[in-house]
T-cell receptor, first 112, second 111 residues
Framework: NAGVTQTPKFQVLKTGQSMTLQCAQDMNHEYMSWYRQDPGMGLRLIHYSVGAGITDQGEVPNGYNVSRSTTEDFPLRLLSAAPSQTSVYFC???????????FGEGSWLTVV | DQQVKQNSPSLSVQEGRISILNCDYTNSMFDYFLWYKKYPAEGPTFLISISSIKDKNEDGRFTVFLNKSAKHLSLHIVPSQPGDSAVYFCAASITGNQFYFGTGTSLTVIP
């Protein structure tokens, strides 16, 4: 029962480095999204996708890139890491109009 | 601008008593509302939801109330248990697509 799987769980980056957070779901969900959680800010939507080949920006997209080449995978790329991107990142998925969103276990990212 | 707001960052309740968590929203297009529970170092997990056509939904110890005219929903936990100690996020969606989350309320149930 994998659900939504995120890797890596923990990562430390130096300012200016790039990296990709991986996300995969095995529920055949059309909708996938990335959130970041910061103290006092809740869960903020970074990017989302309503299906393969379709992506769109959420509330806080700057500094991040996404692509959706398959239904299962939705990687999040940090182009040039900044300390402000130190956060916990959650990938999520849901079926179209399914009204329930399922989260991965999170990826803790520290940018020094 | 935050479309879903949880104005109480924290709440402490005695075991066995009622916990009431509140949430306000601004977008009248929201048609589905959810509550998620999050333990440290884990992802949020779905708890309970309510459609905008209802005003109450109950699941065991958890009840969600929706007041559309006030754009307000609340989660009641009765009786509260120490295992309920977690961060609770309120969320809202339009046609089950984009989900907007509040800032969370940290609930502590004191044994």
């Amino acid at each position: 029962n994998a659900g939504v799987t995120q890797t890596p769980k923990f990562q430390v980056l130096k300012t200016g480095q790039s990296m990709t957070l991986q996300c995969a779901q095995d529920m055949n969900h059309e909708y996938m999204s990335w959130y970041r959680q910061d103290p006092g800010m809740g869960l903020r939507l970074i990017h989302y996708s309503v299906g393969a080949g379709i992506t769109d920006q959420g509330e806080v997209p700057n500094g991040y890139n996404v692509s959706r080449s398959t239904t299962e995978d939705f990687p999040l790329r940090l182009l040039s890491a900044a300390p402000s991107q130190t956060s916990v990142y959650f990938c999520a998925s849901s079926s179209q109009g399914g009204n329930t969103i399922y989260f991965g276990e999170g990826s803790w990212l520290t940018v020094v | 601008d935050q479309q879903v707001k949880q104005n109480s960052p924290s709440l402490s309740v005695q075991e066995g008593r009622i916990s009431i968590l509140n949430c306000d929203y601004t977008n009248s297009m929201f048609d589905y509302f959810l509550w998620y529970k999050k333990y440290p170092a884990e992802g949020p997990t779905f708890l309970i939801s309510i459609s905008s056509i209802k005003d109450k939904n109950e699941d065991g110890r958890f009840t969600v109330f929706l007041n559309k005219s006030a754009k307000h929903l609340s989660l009641h936990i009765v009786p509260s248990q120490p295992g309920d100690s977690a961060v609770y996020f309120c969320a809202a969606s339009i046609t089950g697509n984009q989900f907007y989350f509040g800032t969370g309320t940290s609930l502590t149930v004191i044994p």
